[in-house]
Protein backbone atom coordinates (compact mmCIF):
# COMPACT_ATOMS: atom_id res chain seq x y z
CA UNK A 1 0.00 0.00 0.00
CA UNK A 2 1.07 3.68 -0.73
CA UNK A 3 1.41 5.83 1.96
CA UNK A 4 2.15 9.63 1.28
CA UNK A 5 4.10 11.63 3.43
CA UNK A 6 4.07 15.92 3.74
CA UNK A 7 7.33 16.99 5.24
CA UNK A 8 7.86 20.26 6.50
CA UNK A 9 11.12 22.81 5.93
CA UNK A 10 14.53 21.68 5.67
CA UNK A 11 16.08 18.92 7.42
CA UNK A 12 13.07 16.21 7.18
CA UNK A 13 14.53 16.31 3.20
CA UNK A 14 18.02 15.88 4.09
CA UNK A 15 17.13 13.29 6.42
CA UNK A 16 15.56 11.47 2.83
CA UNK A 17 19.46 11.74 1.34
CA UNK A 18 20.12 8.50 1.49
CA UNK A 19 16.83 7.09 0.20
CA UNK A 20 16.48 10.31 -2.50
CA UNK A 21 19.83 9.23 -4.05
CA UNK A 22 18.71 5.52 -4.64
CA UNK A 23 15.49 6.42 -6.30
CA UNK A 24 17.45 8.61 -8.79
CA UNK A 25 19.34 5.69 -9.79
CA UNK A 26 15.75 3.80 -10.15
CA UNK A 27 14.39 6.79 -12.54
CA UNK A 28 16.30 6.56 -15.83
CA UNK A 29 14.46 10.41 -17.11
CA UNK A 30 15.61 11.69 -13.49
CA UNK A 31 17.82 14.39 -14.57
CA UNK A 32 20.84 16.59 -12.65
CA UNK A 33 18.37 19.28 -11.61
CA UNK A 34 16.54 16.40 -9.69
CA UNK A 35 19.83 15.30 -7.44
CA UNK A 36 19.95 16.26 -3.82
CA UNK A 37 23.67 17.52 -4.26
CA UNK A 38 21.58 19.94 -7.15
CA UNK A 39 18.18 21.31 -5.01
CA UNK A 40 20.38 20.71 -1.08
CA UNK A 41 22.33 23.11 -2.55
CA UNK A 42 19.58 25.54 -4.03
CA UNK A 43 17.53 25.28 -0.47
CA UNK A 44 20.89 25.92 1.08
CA UNK A 45 21.56 29.25 -0.82
CA UNK A 46 17.47 30.53 -0.83
CA UNK A 47 16.10 29.45 2.42
CA UNK A 48 12.75 28.88 0.93
CA UNK A 49 9.74 27.64 3.12
CA UNK A 50 10.14 23.72 1.68
CA UNK A 51 6.91 21.10 1.43
CA UNK A 52 7.92 18.44 0.01
CA UNK A 53 5.92 15.11 -0.86
CA UNK A 54 6.99 12.11 -0.47
CA UNK A 55 5.39 8.83 -1.39
CA UNK A 56 6.51 5.41 0.14
CA UNK A 57 5.86 1.85 -0.22
CA UNK A 58 6.71 -0.05 3.24
CA UNK A 59 10.19 1.43 4.12
CA UNK A 60 10.64 2.46 0.47
CA UNK A 61 10.67 5.88 -1.19
CA UNK A 62 9.05 5.44 -4.86
CA UNK A 63 7.97 8.84 -5.00
CA UNK A 64 9.48 12.39 -4.15
CA UNK A 65 8.21 15.86 -4.98
CA UNK A 66 10.38 18.83 -3.14
CA UNK A 67 8.34 21.96 -3.28
CA UNK A 68 8.11 25.86 -2.22
CA UNK A 69 5.70 27.42 -0.42
CA UNK A 70 5.53 31.44 -0.88
CA UNK A 71 2.81 33.70 0.20
CA UNK A 72 2.48 37.07 -2.32
CA UNK A 73 -0.87 37.83 -1.40
CA UNK A 74 -1.83 34.35 -2.41
CA UNK A 75 -0.18 30.86 -1.41
CA UNK A 76 1.09 29.09 -4.20
CA UNK A 77 3.30 25.88 -4.10
CA UNK A 78 5.72 25.80 -6.79
CA UNK A 79 9.25 22.67 -7.27
CA UNK A 80 12.54 23.46 -5.57
CA UNK A 81 14.92 24.76 -7.68
CA UNK A 82 12.95 27.23 -9.81
CA UNK A 83 15.52 29.96 -11.68
CA UNK A 84 18.75 27.73 -12.31
CA UNK A 85 16.97 24.77 -13.34
CA UNK A 86 15.76 22.99 -16.68
CA UNK A 87 13.40 20.01 -15.56
CA UNK A 88 11.68 20.03 -12.28
CA UNK A 89 9.47 17.10 -12.53
CA UNK A 90 8.50 14.34 -9.92
CA UNK A 91 10.94 11.52 -9.31
CA UNK A 92 8.61 8.18 -9.54
CA UNK A 93 10.38 4.94 -9.47
CA UNK A 94 9.59 2.87 -12.71
CA UNK A 95 8.63 -0.79 -13.08
CA UNK A 96 12.34 -1.71 -14.30
CA UNK A 97 13.12 -5.05 -13.50
CA UNK A 98 16.71 -5.51 -11.45
CA UNK A 99 19.21 -4.38 -13.29
CA UNK A 100 23.06 -3.42 -11.74
CA UNK A 101 22.28 -0.13 -12.63
CA UNK A 102 19.27 0.50 -10.84
CA UNK A 103 19.94 -2.16 -7.74
CA UNK A 104 16.78 -0.16 -5.94
CA UNK A 105 14.68 -1.91 -7.50
CA UNK A 106 13.40 -5.40 -6.01
CA UNK A 107 11.06 -8.27 -6.62
CA UNK A 108 8.44 -7.80 -6.00
CA UNK A 109 7.83 -4.61 -7.94
CA UNK A 110 6.19 -1.55 -6.32
CA UNK A 111 2.75 -0.72 -7.68
CA UNK A 112 3.00 0.49 -11.03
CA UNK A 113 4.21 4.49 -12.04
CA UNK A 114 0.34 5.61 -12.45
CA UNK A 115 -0.31 4.88 -8.67
CA UNK A 116 2.66 6.46 -7.48
CA UNK A 117 1.87 9.74 -9.76
CA UNK A 118 -2.07 9.76 -8.86
CA UNK A 119 -0.70 9.49 -5.15
CA UNK A 120 1.42 12.71 -5.74
CA UNK A 121 -0.97 14.41 -7.74
CA UNK A 122 -3.92 13.73 -5.28
CA UNK A 123 -1.34 14.62 -3.04
CA UNK A 124 -0.88 18.63 -4.45
CA UNK A 125 -4.64 19.10 -5.35
CA UNK A 126 -5.62 18.43 -1.89
CA UNK A 127 -2.68 20.43 0.02
CA UNK A 128 -4.26 24.13 1.11
CA UNK A 129 -3.16 26.72 -0.85
CA UNK A 130 -4.22 28.99 -3.63
CA UNK A 131 -2.45 27.88 -6.53
CA UNK A 132 0.02 25.31 -7.63
CA UNK A 133 2.23 26.56 -10.56
CA UNK A 134 4.25 23.48 -11.97
CA UNK A 135 7.16 24.83 -13.65
CA UNK A 136 9.76 23.49 -15.98
CA UNK A 137 7.67 19.84 -16.50
CA UNK A 138 9.08 17.92 -19.28
CA UNK A 139 6.26 17.47 -21.75
CA UNK A 140 6.03 13.28 -21.44
CA UNK A 141 5.93 13.53 -17.78
CA UNK A 142 3.00 11.26 -16.41
CA UNK A 143 2.07 13.93 -13.73
CA UNK A 144 0.60 15.94 -16.59
CA UNK A 145 -2.29 13.34 -17.07
CA UNK A 146 -3.44 14.10 -14.02
CA UNK A 147 -3.94 18.08 -15.04
CA UNK A 148 -5.68 17.65 -18.29
CA UNK A 149 -8.32 19.83 -17.68
CA UNK A 150 -5.39 22.87 -17.73
CA UNK A 151 -3.99 23.69 -20.83
CA UNK A 152 0.22 24.02 -20.24
CA UNK A 153 2.29 26.35 -21.20
CA UNK A 154 5.58 26.06 -23.39
CA UNK A 155 8.19 27.35 -21.20
CA UNK A 156 11.50 25.97 -23.27
CA UNK A 157 12.11 23.35 -25.94
CA UNK A 158 15.34 21.71 -25.44
CA UNK A 159 17.46 19.71 -27.69
CA UNK A 160 18.54 16.55 -27.16
CA UNK A 161 21.17 14.29 -28.87
CA UNK A 162 21.05 10.72 -28.83
CA UNK A 163 24.69 9.80 -29.18
CA UNK A 164 25.95 7.23 -31.40
CA UNK A 165 29.00 4.53 -30.26
CA UNK A 166 31.95 5.97 -31.72
CA UNK A 167 33.03 9.72 -32.02
CA UNK A 168 34.11 9.49 -35.56
CA UNK A 169 30.20 8.10 -36.33
CA UNK A 170 28.94 11.27 -34.84
CA UNK A 171 31.44 13.33 -37.08
CA UNK A 172 30.47 11.92 -39.92
CA UNK A 173 27.10 13.18 -39.81
CA UNK A 174 28.12 17.05 -39.08
CA UNK A 175 28.33 19.66 -41.94
CA UNK A 176 31.69 19.76 -43.62
CA UNK A 177 32.25 23.43 -41.76
CA UNK A 178 31.82 21.94 -38.62
CA UNK A 179 33.61 18.86 -38.80
CA UNK A 180 37.09 21.22 -39.54
CA UNK A 181 36.17 22.93 -36.32
CA UNK A 182 36.18 20.04 -34.65
CA UNK A 183 39.30 18.70 -35.96
CA UNK A 184 40.94 21.93 -34.27
CA UNK A 185 43.13 19.70 -31.56
CA UNK A 186 44.99 17.30 -34.38
CA UNK A 187 46.14 21.18 -35.41
CA UNK A 188 48.20 24.10 -34.04
CA UNK A 189 48.37 25.69 -31.32
CA UNK A 190 47.48 22.54 -29.98
CA UNK A 191 50.02 19.85 -30.75
CA UNK A 192 52.33 22.06 -29.75
CA UNK A 193 50.66 22.53 -26.18
CA UNK A 194 50.43 26.19 -26.45
CA UNK A 195 46.68 25.15 -26.27
CA UNK A 196 45.06 23.13 -24.01
CA UNK A 197 42.05 21.95 -22.67
CA UNK A 198 41.72 21.32 -19.02
CA UNK A 199 39.34 19.08 -17.01
CA UNK A 200 38.60 20.33 -13.01
CA UNK A 201 38.69 17.25 -11.11
CA UNK A 202 38.43 18.64 -7.13
CA UNK A 203 36.35 20.96 -5.09
CA UNK A 204 39.57 23.34 -5.47
CA UNK A 205 39.70 22.96 -9.10
CA UNK A 206 35.31 23.09 -9.37
CA UNK A 207 35.89 26.97 -7.38
CA UNK A 208 38.77 27.80 -9.62
CA UNK A 209 36.97 26.72 -12.64
CA UNK A 210 33.73 28.64 -11.78
CA UNK A 211 35.85 31.89 -11.26
CA UNK A 212 37.16 31.62 -14.95
CA UNK A 213 34.44 30.70 -16.20
CA UNK A 214 31.89 33.23 -14.70
CA UNK A 215 34.61 35.86 -15.95
CA UNK A 216 34.57 34.44 -19.29
CA UNK A 217 30.83 34.24 -19.23
CA UNK A 218 30.44 37.95 -18.59
CA UNK A 219 32.72 38.92 -21.23
CA UNK A 220 30.77 37.13 -24.15
CA UNK A 221 27.70 38.83 -22.85
CA UNK A 222 28.89 42.56 -22.56
CA UNK A 223 29.22 42.37 -26.37
CA UNK A 224 26.30 42.05 -26.50
CA UNK A 225 25.36 44.57 -23.66
CA UNK A 226 23.53 42.29 -21.37
CA UNK A 227 24.21 40.87 -17.87
CA UNK A 228 24.89 37.44 -18.84
CA UNK A 229 22.97 34.29 -16.35
CA UNK A 230 24.98 34.63 -13.54
CA UNK A 231 24.65 38.54 -12.18
CA UNK A 232 23.19 37.75 -9.06
CA UNK A 233 25.48 37.20 -6.00
CA UNK A 234 23.19 34.75 -4.43
CA UNK A 235 23.01 32.78 -7.42
CA UNK A 236 26.74 32.86 -8.11
CA UNK A 237 27.00 31.36 -4.13
CA UNK A 238 24.84 28.52 -5.12
CA UNK A 239 26.99 27.50 -8.10
CA UNK A 240 29.65 27.40 -6.01
CA UNK A 241 28.23 25.22 -2.95
CA UNK A 242 26.70 23.14 -5.96
CA UNK A 243 29.84 22.62 -8.04
CA UNK A 244 31.68 21.71 -4.52
CA UNK A 245 30.05 19.09 -4.10
CA UNK A 246 28.63 17.77 -6.94
CA UNK A 247 32.44 17.05 -8.08
CA UNK A 248 32.63 14.59 -5.77
CA UNK A 249 29.75 13.03 -6.83
CA UNK A 250 31.02 12.73 -10.50
CA UNK A 251 27.58 15.24 -11.60
CA UNK A 252 29.73 17.52 -13.69
CA UNK A 253 32.10 18.19 -16.51
CA UNK A 254 33.99 21.16 -16.04
CA UNK A 255 36.59 22.57 -18.89
CA UNK A 256 38.59 25.36 -19.55
CA UNK A 257 40.36 26.17 -22.83
CA UNK A 258 43.98 27.78 -22.19
CA UNK A 259 46.11 29.49 -24.87
CA UNK A 260 49.69 30.46 -24.09
CA UNK A 261 48.56 30.32 -20.60
CA UNK A 262 45.39 32.53 -20.67
CA UNK A 263 41.79 31.20 -20.61
CA UNK A 264 40.03 31.96 -23.52
CA UNK A 265 36.77 29.23 -22.71
CA UNK A 266 34.92 27.70 -20.31
CA UNK A 267 32.28 25.05 -20.59
CA UNK A 268 29.43 23.98 -17.78
CA UNK A 269 28.39 20.31 -18.35
CA UNK A 270 26.87 18.26 -16.24
CA UNK A 271 25.91 13.95 -16.06
CA UNK A 272 23.70 11.84 -14.24
CA UNK A 273 23.11 7.89 -15.25
CA UNK A 274 23.76 8.23 -18.84
CA UNK A 275 23.23 12.02 -20.07
CA UNK A 276 24.99 15.21 -20.20
CA UNK A 277 23.62 18.12 -20.10
CA UNK A 278 24.98 21.52 -21.61
CA UNK A 279 24.50 24.19 -19.33
CA UNK A 280 26.51 27.25 -19.86
CA UNK A 281 29.73 28.35 -21.81
CA UNK A 282 31.91 31.42 -21.46
CA UNK A 283 34.70 32.33 -23.91
CA UNK A 284 36.84 35.37 -24.73
CA UNK A 285 35.11 37.32 -27.52
CA UNK A 286 38.58 38.61 -28.83
CA UNK A 287 39.58 34.91 -29.35
CA UNK A 288 36.68 34.00 -31.86
CA UNK A 289 39.21 32.79 -34.36
CA UNK A 290 40.34 29.89 -32.18
CA UNK A 291 36.54 29.00 -32.13
CA UNK A 292 37.09 28.04 -28.19
CA UNK A 293 33.11 27.39 -27.88
CA UNK A 294 32.86 24.88 -30.44
CA UNK A 295 36.12 22.77 -29.53
CA UNK A 296 35.10 22.46 -25.99
CA UNK A 297 31.59 21.33 -27.25
CA UNK A 298 33.25 18.72 -29.88
CA UNK A 299 35.77 17.27 -26.85
CA UNK A 300 32.89 17.33 -24.49
CA UNK A 301 30.77 15.28 -27.00
CA UNK A 302 33.93 13.24 -27.33
CA UNK A 303 34.06 12.24 -23.76
CA UNK A 304 30.25 11.40 -23.51
CA UNK A 305 30.80 9.04 -26.17
CA UNK A 306 34.15 7.46 -24.45
CA UNK A 307 32.28 6.90 -20.98
CA UNK A 308 29.19 5.34 -22.79
CA UNK A 309 26.76 7.78 -21.92
CA UNK A 310 23.36 7.42 -24.83
CA UNK A 311 22.46 11.13 -24.50
CA UNK A 312 23.45 15.21 -24.34
CA UNK A 313 21.16 17.32 -23.41
CA UNK A 314 21.63 21.38 -24.96
CA UNK A 315 18.96 22.40 -22.57
CA UNK A 316 16.31 25.27 -22.66
CA UNK A 317 16.80 26.91 -25.47
CA UNK A 318 17.01 25.61 -29.40
CA UNK A 319 18.91 28.49 -31.05
CA UNK A 320 20.41 27.89 -34.35
CA UNK A 321 23.86 27.04 -32.96
CA UNK A 322 22.72 24.03 -30.70
CA UNK A 323 20.95 22.68 -33.92
CA UNK A 324 24.54 22.81 -35.95
CA UNK A 325 25.50 19.66 -33.79
CA UNK A 326 22.64 17.75 -34.88
CA UNK A 327 20.31 16.88 -32.32
CA UNK A 328 17.32 14.30 -32.94
CA UNK A 329 14.72 15.35 -30.84
CA UNK A 330 13.29 18.41 -29.37
CA UNK A 331 11.71 18.10 -25.88
CA UNK A 332 9.18 20.81 -24.81
CA UNK A 333 8.86 22.11 -21.19
CA UNK A 334 5.88 22.91 -20.18
CA UNK A 335 4.25 24.51 -17.11
CA UNK A 336 0.99 24.21 -15.14
CA UNK A 337 -1.05 26.54 -13.14
CA UNK A 338 -4.14 25.44 -11.11
CA UNK A 339 -6.38 27.75 -9.56
CA UNK A 340 -7.40 26.18 -6.07
CA UNK A 341 -9.55 28.90 -4.86
CA UNK A 342 -11.44 31.00 -6.92
CA UNK A 343 -10.53 34.64 -5.91
CA UNK A 344 -6.97 34.50 -4.72
CA UNK A 345 -6.09 31.23 -6.89
CA UNK A 346 -7.43 33.80 -9.90
CA UNK A 347 -5.43 36.53 -8.40
CA UNK A 348 -2.50 34.65 -8.73
CA UNK A 349 -3.07 32.68 -11.33
CA UNK A 350 -3.16 36.52 -13.59
CA UNK A 351 0.04 37.79 -11.73
CA UNK A 352 1.98 34.65 -12.61
CA UNK A 353 0.60 34.67 -16.16
CA UNK A 354 2.53 38.24 -16.47
CA UNK A 355 5.42 36.49 -14.98
CA UNK A 356 5.30 34.35 -17.53
CA UNK A 357 4.95 36.40 -20.23
CA UNK A 358 7.46 38.63 -19.27
CA UNK A 359 10.16 35.70 -19.00
CA UNK A 360 9.34 34.36 -22.55
CA UNK A 361 10.23 38.01 -23.84
CA UNK A 362 13.43 38.37 -21.71
CA UNK A 363 14.41 34.91 -23.03
CA UNK A 364 13.77 35.64 -26.10
CA UNK A 365 16.08 38.69 -26.22
CA UNK A 366 18.92 36.77 -24.17
CA UNK A 367 19.00 33.35 -26.28
CA UNK A 368 22.28 33.56 -28.44
CA UNK A 369 21.95 32.88 -32.20
CA UNK A 370 25.53 32.09 -32.37
CA UNK A 371 27.45 32.27 -29.39
CA UNK A 372 30.00 30.10 -30.30
Known amino acids: MLRTEILKGYGPLEELRPQWSELLLACPEATVFQTPEWLLAWGRTFRRSLVTFAIHEGSDLVGLYPMVLSRRGWTQLRPMGVGP ?73 CCVLDLPKTFDEYVKGLSKSLRYEVRRPNREPYVSGRAVIRTASTPAEALEFFRVFSHLHEQRWKTR ?66 SPGTVLVSETIRMAIEEGMTTFDFLRGDEPYKLRWKPQRTLSNVRVLKKCSPLAGSVGEWANGMGYRMEQGIRKRLEGKGLF
Open 85 to 157: SDYLGPMVLQRTKPSPQFPLVTDPLPRGEGDIYEALADALSQYPVDLLDLQQIRETNPILTHFQQIEPKVQAK
Open 225 to 290: KQPGAFLLPKLKAFHQLWLAGAIQHDRVRLQTLWLDGNPIGALYVMKLNASYYFYQSGFDPEQTAH
